[in-house]
């Protein structure tokens, strides 16, 4: 536990403030933005790589990796509309397909796996529900805003499904939660 926390430490040191500091040095010296586009994949691909041999998953590698080039890349900017479109055009796609692969559909002929289905479902709506609504008390908001807020939180499940195929990978869970969440 000691090696593992000492590499993770490690590692996320190196990404929160290595990452940053290379990307400003690059991004100074550099103005094409082809080029900055492959600094920015090779820097993620790298950084998940190296979460890779610390032992952390290689989707929280990038995960960290974009919380730490956030700042450097510009919301309007030409090398965010490339990393946005290469995103949602081959990353997601193939993160939902290796996701999906996983299913088996077989499994959907049973009672139990529709249970889960049932309590997974419940217990998520029920809960953003709760969340949104005491939100809504503590920040004075009116009763519409607090609906909305459930609105807008209900409905985001890629998160959860990165992190169940994360659990599966790592043996908590079996193939009943992970068809349930898909």
């Not at 929280?60 to 510009?74: K, Y």
């Not at 609105?151 to 939660?177: K, N, P, Q, R, W």
């Amino acid at each position: 536990w000691l090696r593992l926390g000492l590499s993770v430490g490690g590692y996320i040191t190196l990404v929160a403030w290595g990452v940053p500091f290379l990307g400003r040095w690059f991004f100074r010296a550099r103005s094409d933005d082809t080029m900055d586009f492959v600094f920015t994949l090779a820097v993620l691909f790298a950084a998940s790589y190296i979460a890779h041999l610390v032992h952390i998953e290689p989707i929280i590698g990038a995960l960290l990796t974009g919380f730490a080039m956030n700042r450097l890349v510009p919301e309007q900017s030409t090398l965010m509309t490339r990393l946005k479109f290469v995103g949602d055009t081959l990353f997601v796609p193939f993160f939902l397909l290796s996701v999906g692969m996983l299913v088996d559909v077989r499994a959907f002929a049973d009672r139990d796996a529709w249970l889960v289905v049932g309590g997974l479902v419940s217990a998520t709506v029920f809960s953003k529900a709760i969340a949104a609504k005491l939100t809504q008390r503590l920040f004075g908001f009116a009763p519409e805003e607090g609906w909305v807020m459930f609105g807008l939180s209900v409905s985001h499940a890629a998160a959860t499904m990165a992190i169940v195929l994360v659990g599966y990978e790592s043996g908590l869970f079996d193939e009943t939660v992970v068809n349930a969440v898909v």
